[in-house]
């Protein structure tokens, strides 16, 4: 249904030990060692040497900081990445192009008339007005490993109640809005406008959203349809039709769902994936990443801002028809130039999904 259901999915594979009663005989050495020598484990820090030395080496570009700093910030994110890179992207990071200094030969901010370096001129370029993909990079890291891994410190698993949903809900999605209004807003002082927070003909918006909505709502049932066939020429029909039902079921929401729930609950969680995650969820996937990748044209920004939306929701079957979505949803918000006719399409797909496990629709 959304982005939460994969991350509190991600929490069961980050590379942090967890806490089980029935290995508690297990001494403290074992329990290390089964922690640092996962290979999930030797990959982040492989990840996360090669960030820490791309930190020190873009903060020495960049700046006359002193040399502890450039330390500072290369044993952060080594120790810490999911705390100190997004930090360091989003807020500390100077902003302003790199150039290669024609005479000293090192890299230099091209909004400067001199290398840092050398003193020697080089071509001058206007300071950047527009966020890039450094800021995208910085709130991606947040939600797909610092939350997680925030999450998975507390105890949230694979079945987690609906308070702690609405809790994760609300800090990924405060975490979309929050940071993507600080790199915009006091970062490069644009208005929010530049994310599409705009509702100057929010009626004709919202008529449109609703129809968009109800048009997109087949086409991604045709959609799942079409991965089933083509995920079942490689592994037979029944075996992807399995998989599709698997992914509805591993939803944390469909257990929720499922089950006994009062009229509050559900209100709650109406409002919760058909209010804030659309909100969120739109104004970093479009009115942010999009806006981003549209320096490279409408097509590309389109295609590449679907497939993160679609990679984060962790699926094989229903990446055709997050993916599908999210071109329509992309490609709606450059048609319009406001959020609100993407966010009604993402809630009418959400009320749509949440009627479905609640009366058994065979979508």
Known sequence: MDACSADFARTESLPLPHHDARKEACSAPTKACRVLFTPEFAIFLVISALAATWVHVDYRSRTDGA??????????????????????LIAARPTGRLVRCPSCGRLTVAHRAACRHCGSAIAFEPPLTMWGLGEVVGIGVVFMFAIPVVASALGLGLSPSLGEVAVFALVQNGA?????????????????????VRLDRWPSWAVGGLIAG?????VSMQAEEAAIVIIGYFT???????????????????????GP??????????ALV?????????????GFVFTTLRRWGVALASVLSALFFAAVHE????????FLLGVILALLYQRTRSLLPSIVVHA????VAILGVLYNWKL
Not at 278 to 284: A, C, K, R, S, T
Not at 315 to 322: K, S
Not at 348 to 351: H, P, T
């Open 67 to 88: 040399t502890w700093e450039r330390v500072a910030w290369w044993l952060g994110t080594l120790l810490a990445l999911p705390i100190f890179l997004p930090i360091y």
């Open 176 to 196: 979309f809005i929050g940071l993507s209004l600080y790199v915009v807003r006091r970062r490069y002082g644009l208005p929010a406008a530049e994310l599409g």
């Open 214 to 218: 109800a048009l997109s709502i087949p």
């Open 236 to 258: 037979g029909r029944a075996r992807a039709e399995a998989m599709a039902e698997q992914e509805h079921l591993a939803d944390v929401l469909t257990s929720i769902l499922q």
């Open 261 to 270: 729930l009062t009229t509050a609950q559900l209100i709650l969680i109406f």
């Open 274 to 286: 058909c209010v804030l995650v659309p909100i969120g969820e739109e104004l970093f996937f479009r």
């Open 315 to 322: 699926q094989v079957v229903h990446f055709l028809p997050i």
């Open 348 to 351: 009418a797909n959400n009320v």
